[in-house]
Each structure stands twice: as C-alpha cells, then as structure tokens.
C-alpha cells in the first residue's frame, strides 16, 4: 500500500511535555539530587572494584520500550552512581579532583533549555558577549594585557591541543621543516600534550625531555645548554612546554627564567595551568605563579580550580591573532555570521556548534564574586602544607614541600620492598573508600599522592586519611 505523504502527523506531542508534566519530572530530578548532596559526606568517593557487568546493565541498551523516570533513576543510582569513583566527593584526592558547585550545575540547566547558539556572535551575540567576558576575567587575572584571546573548550586536553596548534602555525612549521624543529619538555609534562603533539603532527619535531631538580621543575641550565647544542647542529629551538603546577607534585616551573631563555632565542612559550592556574587568585599563588602572564599561549580547567562540574577547560593565547589565523575558515552558507569586527568563538577553535559553556562559569561568578573562590582554594593550599607537615610526623617520606595543593609520598620500612608496601597501602586506602588517592612513578618508585582542590575537602578529611595512613603504618611496622 502507498503511504499517504500530504497527511501530516498530529500525535507527535511527547517531547513538549505539558507544564505539569514538566513538574512532575524536574521534582524527581531535584529530589534525587538533594538526596545526593545531602547524604554526600556518607557516600564513598570510591567503590573498589565494581568494573563487573551484571544482568541490571542491559537496561542501559535503548529500545522502543518507554520507562518510569523512577526507575531510571534507581538504575543511574546503582549502576552509575555507586560504581568507580565518586568526584563530587570531598573525599576525592586522587589525580586532580573535580568539583561540581550546585550554581554551575544550574547555569548548564539554563544554557540547556534556552539552547543558546554560543559558536557564533550573529546567532548569540549574548552568549558570545558572555564567553568574551569570561576569556576576559582570566586573561587578565594571570596577567596578560591588551590584544589576547582565547576560547571556552571541553578541558585542558582540548585547550592543550588549540594552543599547540597555533604556536605550529604562528611558527610556519610544515611537513617540510617539522624534523628540524625541537620541543623542550620534562618528565612532569601531562599525557594530553603527548596526544596534541601527535594529534597536530609536532611528534616528529626533535622532542628534547629536559632533567628536573629536586622539586621537579625544569633545570633552566640544562634546557639553556640543550638549546645551544640545538642551534650549533643547526636545529630551530621552537617551543617550550613549561607546568603552572604539574599534575604528579603540582610543581611550578621556573617561568620568568624560560620566558627569559624563549625569548632570547624566538621559542615559544605555552604553559599548562590546567591545574595550577586558578591559584593566581590567591595571594600565596600569585608568588608562586608569577611570569604566568609572559606565556604565549597557557591553559586553564575551570573544572578543577574553579571547582565546576566536568566538561570545561580555557585556552589564552597573548596574541589573538596567532588564535584566529590558526583556525581561519570560509564556507559559504556561513557568510550571514562573518563579522569583520567581532570573533566568535568558532573563529578561534576547532568547534563549530558547542554547549553553550560559558553560563556555567559565568552564573556562580555573578552570584558570589570571585573572592569566595580566593577563600576556597586558600584552604587548599593551607591544607596541603598541614599534610605535608603532618605525613612527616607520622613516618611518611614527603618527596618535596608542596608548591600548590598537591602532596606527593611514601614509606620506607626495612623490611618490604618500597614499591610492594606502597601499594599495600594504595589497595587498603580504596577498599576503606571512604578516601580516594591516586600513585604515580616518581625516582623510579610506587608513588602515592593527595591532591587537595574539591570545594568539599575540608580538615575532617585530611585527618581521615592521616587517620587511615596512621592505622596501616602501625599494622605493618611489627
Ligand atoms: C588535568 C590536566 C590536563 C588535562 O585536562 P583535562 O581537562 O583532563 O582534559 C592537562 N594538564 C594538566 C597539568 C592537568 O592537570
């Protein structure tokens, strides 16, 4: 039989849910949401080993079938929620933490129902005006004057990728004289610049790791004699990779001492703060930070030291012409949202149509200001040196004093082998799961590691680890 096509549908309705209908849904929402705040502090911030599929996980699978919001959220809570690692946790010290304020949460609710087009300036001049605003604020709170750029991403490692992609084209760097150009790093350099050096094609360059002293920063004679040798055998010094807070130790590099050298020489110098990079709101950070603002391009995670919700990184670039050649672009059907004297994101990345980011960071900031941010991660930082002091006191070696909020250690007892009684250790803080820390590699040994930056960490919880820490050197050292 042919299918009538002039007869219209009429029963399409169910996607505009009727205003009651809509209450019905956004109360269960915000009930199971206050649940999860309340009962935040009981909750684990790790389930050890629940990686196992159980036959409940087919519910995940869509199908024609229609479910009960009630039942959804009891599979989310189960299956979701009370399995891996609990972020909103305070009790999240591993790798580096995230956050998840409630304001931030709201602003994604609002972008999301609005639906704002924020790629583009003739689509949102507002929401444009709005991410601007935000590239802004940071721009200038890590020092840059007048003439930079930047761009509201997913995360560091998107942000990453953006800045070395433009310091390749700022530099003309092709297929053709990418060997002859080096790279200068360390051991502290975060994995996403490995994946944007390969994503970009920089992986062919010279890649030079330079050697760091004993608080992990990079030895400013050795990269000084390494460009040298480079210049002498005919190699072209191109870009230098510095930390504002390393992810293993949260170390800050010398930065005044590698602007100084990058200039001297034309390299380039981009700075990963993912991290680290929000401290400059504090008056301690701002010391330990400075010369951040002689970068030509850095990145910053909201998602960590603003303390928001997953899925929000900035890329600066000092220069934003640099930012804009580098992602230049011509398409016909966009000639309607070509503005000669206004960039719009989508000028500026690789990102055409993007989550409207900006409401996210945008509304907690114009609720409380920025000052109460200042106040937070100043108790980060303070709590990180209590640690530091504290681990000492009880027998643990500290490998450095802390630069920011990141506290890396082990034991050493004569009678295990480091690495085995480490992860000892390791293993009997996430079966506890009350607290989550991470290792790493350090000096060749087994690692352990607190990093100190939800807005949720308190001293209750670094006395429970101290705690926990205590318990297990006690059991073991007979
Ligand atoms: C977290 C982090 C990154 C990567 O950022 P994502 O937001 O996870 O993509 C890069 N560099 C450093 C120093 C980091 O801490």
Not at 189 to 195: A, C, D, E, L, Q
Request: hydrophobic fraction near 40%; include cysteine; aromatic fraction near 10%.
């Amino acid at each position: 039989m042919k299918e009538d096509k002039s007869k219209m549908p009429t029963n399409i309705f169910e996607l505009e849910e009727s205003a009651i209908e809509r209450k019905s849904l956004y109360e269960k929402i915000i009930n199971f949401s206050e649940e999860f705040i309340h009962t935040i502090e009981e909750q684990k911030a790790f389930h050890f080993d629940t990686n196992e599929i159980t036959e409940y996980d087919s519910f995940f699978d869509i199908d024609k079938k229609k479910n009960s919001i009630e039942d959804i959220l009891v599979f989310f809570k189960e299956r979701v929620l009370n399995t891996g690692l609990n972020a909103a946790s305070g009790g999240h010290l591993g790798y580096i933490p995230g956050g998840g304020i409630y304001s931030s949460a709201l602003g994604d609710y609002l972008a999301a129902i609005t639906n704002r087009y924020a790629g583009v300036f003739y689509a949102s001049p507002g929401a444009v005006r709005m991410e601007d605003a935000l590239i802004n604020w940071t721009g200038k709170l890590i020092g840059y004057d007048k003439g930079f750029g930047g761009n509201l991403t997913s995360g560091g490692s998107m942000a990453n990728l953006i800045a070395l992609h433009t310091a390749k084209h700022s530099k003309g760097i092709t297929i053709s004289n990418v060997s002859k150009n080096v790279i200068y790093f360390t051991s502290q350099t975060h994995h996403s610049v490995y994946k944007a050096l390969k994503i970009t094609g920089l992986e062919k360059c010279v890649l030079r790791e330079i050697p760091v002293d004993s608080h992990f920063k990079m030895s400013v004679i050795d990269l000084e004699t390494q460009i040298k040798h480079d210049k002498h055998i005919g190699l072209v010094p191109f870009l230098i990779i510095a930390n504002a807070g390393s992810t293993d130790v949260g170390s800050v590099d010398p930065l005044i001492n590698l602007s100084d050298i990058a200039k001297a020489h034309h390299i380039w110098l981009h700075i990963d703060a993912a991290y680290g990079g929000f401290f400059k709101l504090t008056a301690l950070g701002k010391d330990k930070l400075k010369g951040m603002e002689l970068a030509d391009s850095i990145i910053l995670d909201p998602h960590k030291g603003l303390f928001m919700p997953y899925g929000l990184g900035i890329v600066l670039v000092k220069n934003i012409k640099y930012l804009a050649e580098a992602h230049s672009y011509n398409a016909n059907y966009m000639r309607d949202a070509k503005n000669d004297n206004q960039y719009s994101p989508a000028d500026l990345s690789p990102e055409l149509s993007k989550h409207f980011r900006g409401l996210r960071m945008w509304l907690p900031l114009k609720l409380y200001g920025d000052t109460v941010f200042s106040e937070y991660l100043n108790e980060k930082l303070q709590l990180a040196y209590y640690l530091y002091q504290e681990l000492s006191i009880i027998g643990y070696k500290v490998l450095c004093e802390p630069d920011l909020s990141v506290v890396a250690f082990r034991l050493e007892l004569k009678a295990y082998e480091s690495d085995v009684l480490n992860k000892i250790i390791l293993d009997y803080i996430h079966q506890d799961g009350r607290i989550f820390i991470s290792s790493t590699i350090l000096d060749n040994k087994l690692t352990l590691r607190a990093a100190i930056l939800s807005f949720r960490t308190h001293k209750q919880e670094i006395d429970l680890l101290l705690y926990l820490l205590k318990k297990i050197k006690t059991h073991l050292d007979v």
